[in-house]
């Protein structure tokens, strides 16, 4: 039997942490201890200077003229991270949100049938919302949401 079948046998006789490897993490359970294989971390520095390095991003076309940059998560299923970037002033089109979406406005400004939010407004839409977006030239937004959006 291998170590990772043996650790699991005994895991589910002795209880989830009873041989969770910390050994090269200093004291800090390895994500191979759970069965997850380790991933990269997203490092963005400096958010609120977005604008300063926004070139450095491999942007990738959108929608309407709107470019976006996926963080993680392909859009089609499970959970998404994007930054979207408006180069001129345009609208992504109506869609539902079947889960929560989080919206962080890092630059410019951006509207949808609630409100017009500017640089530093985070907004965190529940479930079941439906709604537009338009956004002016300039506007970058981070956008996380937990379930693939519904275009209408």
Known sequence: MKAA???SANNEKKGATAN?????????????????TPYRAIDLPDLFRIEEWQDEIPWQPFVNGAEIHRLYGDGKEGATAVLIRFREESQVPVHLHPGY????????????????RSRGAFTVNPPGTVHGVSSKAGTIVLVIYEKPVVFL
């Open 20 to 36: 969770i490897d910390t050994d090269n993490l200093g004291g800090i359970a390895s994500p191979r201890s759970f069965g997850v």
């Open 101 to 116: 979406e989080h919206i962080f406005i890092l630059a410019g400004e951006q509207r949808d049938q609630n409100a017009v």
């Open 5 to 7: 079948e043996k650790g």
